[in-house]
Protein backbone atom coordinates (compact mmCIF):
# COMPACT_ATOMS: atom_id res chain seq x y z
CA UNK A 1 0.00 0.00 0.00
CA UNK A 2 2.93 2.47 -0.36
CA UNK A 3 1.99 5.45 -2.93
CA UNK A 4 4.90 7.64 -2.68
CA UNK A 5 8.59 6.94 -1.44
CA UNK A 6 11.16 9.83 -1.62
CA UNK A 7 14.92 8.64 -1.13
CA UNK A 8 18.12 10.81 -0.66
CA UNK A 9 21.77 9.34 -0.74
CA UNK A 10 24.56 11.95 -0.93
CA UNK A 11 27.10 11.49 -3.61
CA UNK A 12 24.62 9.17 -5.27
CA UNK A 13 25.59 10.67 -8.55
CA UNK A 14 28.74 9.63 -8.50
CA UNK A 15 29.95 6.71 -10.65
CA UNK A 16 33.37 5.44 -9.14
CA UNK A 17 32.72 2.33 -6.42
CA UNK A 18 32.86 3.14 -3.20
CA UNK A 19 35.88 1.23 -1.43
CA UNK A 20 34.99 -1.50 0.60
CA UNK A 21 35.68 -0.99 4.46
CA UNK A 22 37.87 -3.88 4.01
CA UNK A 23 40.09 -1.59 1.48
CA UNK A 24 40.04 0.98 4.02
CA UNK A 25 41.29 -1.27 6.92
CA UNK A 26 44.12 -1.98 4.74
CA UNK A 27 44.50 1.68 3.69
CA UNK A 28 44.64 2.77 7.88
CA UNK A 29 46.79 -0.23 7.98
CA UNK A 30 49.18 1.49 5.83
CA UNK A 31 49.20 4.61 6.54
CA UNK A 32 49.54 4.02 10.56
CA UNK A 33 52.63 1.79 10.06
CA UNK A 34 54.51 4.47 7.60
CA UNK A 35 53.68 7.66 10.13
CA UNK A 36 56.58 9.32 12.16
CA UNK A 37 54.36 11.53 14.27
CA UNK A 38 51.48 11.82 15.83
CA UNK A 39 48.49 10.47 13.35
CA UNK A 40 45.26 12.86 13.22
CA UNK A 41 42.17 10.69 11.84
CA UNK A 42 38.89 12.64 10.96
CA UNK A 43 35.52 10.51 9.78
CA UNK A 44 32.14 10.93 9.98
CA UNK A 45 31.01 10.65 14.20
CA UNK A 46 28.28 8.26 13.12
CA UNK A 47 30.41 5.35 11.56
CA UNK A 48 30.67 3.53 14.44
CA UNK A 49 32.36 0.74 12.30
CA UNK A 50 35.12 2.76 10.82
CA UNK A 51 35.76 3.85 14.45
CA UNK A 52 36.07 0.10 15.29
CA UNK A 53 38.52 -1.00 12.60
CA UNK A 54 40.38 1.95 13.73
CA UNK A 55 40.90 1.14 17.74
CA UNK A 56 41.23 -2.79 16.67
CA UNK A 57 44.28 -1.53 14.18
CA UNK A 58 45.73 0.73 17.47
CA UNK A 59 45.75 -2.11 19.56
CA UNK A 60 47.50 -4.57 17.09
CA UNK A 61 50.14 -1.91 16.39
CA UNK A 62 50.45 -0.75 19.92
CA UNK A 63 49.24 2.37 19.59
CA UNK A 64 47.05 4.38 21.97
CA UNK A 65 43.91 6.75 20.63
CA UNK A 66 42.80 9.91 21.77
CA UNK A 67 39.65 11.62 20.85
CA UNK A 68 38.33 15.07 20.78
CA UNK A 69 35.13 16.67 19.77
CA UNK A 70 31.51 16.15 21.61
CA UNK A 71 30.06 14.11 18.84
CA UNK A 72 32.61 11.80 18.13
CA UNK A 73 32.92 11.19 22.21
CA UNK A 74 29.20 10.94 22.77
CA UNK A 75 29.18 8.46 19.55
CA UNK A 76 32.35 6.48 21.05
CA UNK A 77 30.72 6.26 24.79
CA UNK A 78 27.07 4.87 23.13
CA UNK A 79 28.83 2.62 21.06
CA UNK A 80 30.94 1.11 24.11
CA UNK A 81 27.92 1.18 26.49
CA UNK A 82 26.29 -1.01 23.65
CA UNK A 83 29.35 -3.53 23.00
CA UNK A 84 30.07 -2.27 19.60
CA UNK A 85 33.96 -1.15 20.44
CA UNK A 86 35.43 -4.10 22.44
CA UNK A 87 38.57 -3.03 21.37
CA UNK A 88 38.22 0.69 22.51
CA UNK A 89 38.78 0.29 26.41
CA UNK A 90 42.30 -1.26 25.51
CA UNK A 91 44.22 1.66 23.99
CA UNK A 92 42.21 4.74 24.91
CA UNK A 93 43.92 7.69 26.74
CA UNK A 94 42.53 11.01 27.91
CA UNK A 95 43.42 13.76 25.30
CA UNK A 96 45.68 15.72 28.29
CA UNK A 97 48.22 12.24 27.50
CA UNK A 98 48.62 12.80 24.29
CA UNK A 99 51.61 14.67 24.71
CA UNK A 100 53.29 12.72 27.12
CA UNK A 101 53.27 9.97 24.73
CA UNK A 102 55.84 9.05 22.08
CA UNK A 103 53.85 11.08 19.14
CA UNK A 104 54.24 7.80 16.46
CA UNK A 105 52.46 5.66 18.85
CA UNK A 106 49.50 8.04 19.34
CA UNK A 107 46.25 8.05 17.11
CA UNK A 108 43.74 11.36 17.42
CA UNK A 109 40.77 10.85 16.28
CA UNK A 110 38.63 14.20 15.88
CA UNK A 111 35.52 15.50 14.90
CA UNK A 112 34.91 17.98 11.62
CA UNK A 113 35.82 15.99 8.75
CA UNK A 114 32.88 18.60 6.92
CA UNK A 115 34.88 21.44 8.21
CA UNK A 116 32.11 22.28 11.10
CA UNK A 117 32.45 25.71 12.44
CA UNK A 118 34.11 25.10 15.99
CA UNK A 119 34.51 21.65 15.42
CA UNK A 120 37.71 19.74 17.26
CA UNK A 121 39.72 19.40 13.40
CA UNK A 122 38.99 23.58 12.15
CA UNK A 123 40.26 24.37 15.69
CA UNK A 124 43.41 21.97 15.04
CA UNK A 125 43.62 23.77 11.45
CA UNK A 126 43.52 27.14 13.12
CA UNK A 127 46.34 26.52 15.71
CA UNK A 128 43.73 27.23 18.11
CA UNK A 129 42.68 23.56 19.93
CA UNK A 130 43.94 23.63 23.53
CA UNK A 131 45.40 20.11 23.43
CA UNK A 132 46.45 18.92 19.67
CA UNK A 133 49.31 20.92 17.87
CA UNK A 134 50.53 19.43 14.72
CA UNK A 135 54.41 19.01 14.53
CA UNK A 136 57.14 17.93 11.94
CA UNK A 137 56.47 14.00 10.83
CA UNK A 138 52.29 13.86 11.92
CA UNK A 139 50.18 13.19 9.45
CA UNK A 140 46.47 13.67 8.74
CA UNK A 141 43.90 11.37 7.45
CA UNK A 142 40.40 12.59 6.00
CA UNK A 143 38.09 9.22 5.85
CA UNK A 144 35.34 10.91 5.00
CA UNK A 145 34.25 11.90 1.39
CA UNK A 146 32.47 15.75 0.73
CA UNK A 147 28.83 16.13 1.38
CA UNK A 148 27.97 18.66 -0.82
CA UNK A 149 27.37 22.24 0.06
CA UNK A 150 30.53 21.48 2.69
CA UNK A 151 33.51 22.23 -0.19
CA UNK A 152 33.86 25.69 0.62
CA UNK A 153 34.35 25.17 3.94
CA UNK A 154 36.30 21.81 3.66
CA UNK A 155 38.63 23.41 1.83
CA UNK A 156 39.09 26.24 3.76
CA UNK A 157 40.03 23.82 6.15
CA UNK A 158 42.57 21.81 3.95
CA UNK A 159 43.98 25.19 2.69
CA UNK A 160 44.72 26.11 6.86
CA UNK A 161 46.31 22.18 7.10
CA UNK A 162 48.35 22.74 4.04
CA UNK A 163 49.41 26.29 5.49
CA UNK A 164 50.69 24.09 8.86
CA UNK A 165 52.80 21.71 6.40
CA UNK A 166 55.77 24.03 6.73
CA UNK A 167 55.74 22.12 9.76
CA UNK A 168 56.80 19.18 7.08
CA UNK A 169 53.28 17.47 8.35
CA UNK A 170 52.52 14.80 5.78
CA UNK A 171 48.82 15.19 4.56
CA UNK A 172 45.70 14.11 3.72
CA UNK A 173 44.48 10.96 2.15
CA UNK A 174 41.45 11.02 1.43
CA UNK A 175 39.71 7.52 1.25
Known sequence: G????????????????TLSEVTIYHQFEKWFDRSNGLTL????????????????????????????????EQNIRLA???????????????LSDVNSQKRNKVIVLA??????????????SNGMHSEVHLQEGD?????????PGNEKAIGQMINRLFIQMKKRIYFLIFF
Not at 43 to 70: D, E, P, Y
Not at 80 to 94: H, M, R, S, T
Not at 139 to 147: A, E, M, Q, W
Open 139 to 147: LVLLSSKFI
Open 41 to 72: VSMFSSNISRMGQLFKLAKKMGKKVAITGRSV
Open 111 to 124: SGCQGEYRSALTRI
Open 80 to 94: KELGYLEDAQNVLIP
Open 2 to 17: VLLLLSDSTNIERLDP
